[in-house]
């Protein structure tokens, strides 16, 4: 459902603090809010899913951590809840990915203490999430202060224990399906069945209430160039559901270090023009990943403002980057992130988009250990940033 005019406003007015943070980043917010139809899910006003619900305690603490107190710790987090999955995706940023994994205990410690750090927005991961037999008591532990999705194949979801994810705290629940054909998804994912459990988990959420159900799909380039992306989501919108999440295939491991496979700057530039013209009148968000971590919005804040701990307690600048700056099972979370901060400043573009060639030039097994990651560090110069932090932090430090 669409949010209304006073549904928004209401929300706004909820923290009329705001007004107390920078001119130019309450200019950036009016102008990026405008990009979106904001929707009303079981009383929340969302734009898209990779923010809280703009009248919820995480969007609050949002406003009052980051933009008032100018938190410059994490405020986006993602934790690989088990590695365990019965697919195998072609393009699985978790290849070459090792260890013994994180019990219940410690992922429930660490994600406490990334949301005492600033985080307000928490995504699980895996692996397949669901594979977790204790997933409803993590959500639980976690979702008071925070915004918590969970990205998922849909595998083994029944209508009871999506409820009782609902019911524990989890609002955003996003499903992969990666193509509008049977036959090519479940040779993408490497398991016969996929496209059907997808298709079947998403009927499930549909049928609860106060759940924000979107489907998540990675895209190659030739699905750009041959036009099947734009056939793929003209197939989603008729699934009927909030939000469809894109990303292009990243160059995550070395088997996918390919130039032939990364999308060009002026692809990307014309997915973030197509998702503004679809947004304007669209019932269903369209939420490109490079839109929202592109130089025209928050640009790319893998290992400053975002973080991920794999299931094994590998802590890495994001999902996509293959490197470690130490483990949480031996080493405080805090003073792991501080480092990696120090190698990481914000950008206003992928970091492993523009620097997969020197990764592979190493000829080192991926992910890379903190040492080597350091290393690697010193020879990569970072861009200027994105358009929000150059208001956030003002003319006096904004890099150009």
Known sequence: MKASFFDILKSIAANPQIVLARPGVNTFLVRYMQKFTPQKVGGKVVLHSHLPPLNSIAYKRFVDEHLLQQNHKPSHAQIGITN?????????YNKGRSGTPMDTTTIIETGKKLIDMGVFWLGFTGGEPLM??????????????????????????????????????????????DHYQEKVHDTIRGYRGAYRAALQAIEILKKLE??????????????FENQDLIRFIRFIENLDIHELWLSESKPATASLCRDESIITPEQRQSMVQFQDQYNKKARMTLNYLNHFEGKESFGCNAGHKMVYVDAYGETSPCVFIPMTFGNVKTQPVEQIVSTMQACFPSEDCCFINKNYRTLAELDQA?????QQSID?????????????FKAFYGKAKARQ
Request: with cysteine; aromatic share 10%.
């Open 210 to 223: 106060n759940v924000h159900v979107s489907v998540s799909a990675v895209f190659n380039r030739s699905m």
């Open 366 to 370: 991926l992910p890379l250990g903190p």
């Open 132 to 177: 977790n037999p204790d997933l409803v008591r993590i959500t639980k532990n976690l979702g008071d202060r925070c915004s918590l999705k969970c990205f998922s194949t849909g595998m083994d979801l029944t209508p009871k224990l999506a409820a009782e994810l609902r019911d524990a705290g989890l609002f955003y629940f996003s499903i992969s399906l």
């Open 376 to 388: 690697v560090l010193k020879r990569i110069p970072f861009g200027p940033y994105g358009s929000f």
């Open 84 to 92: 365990v999955c019965k697919q195998n995706c072609a393009y699985c």
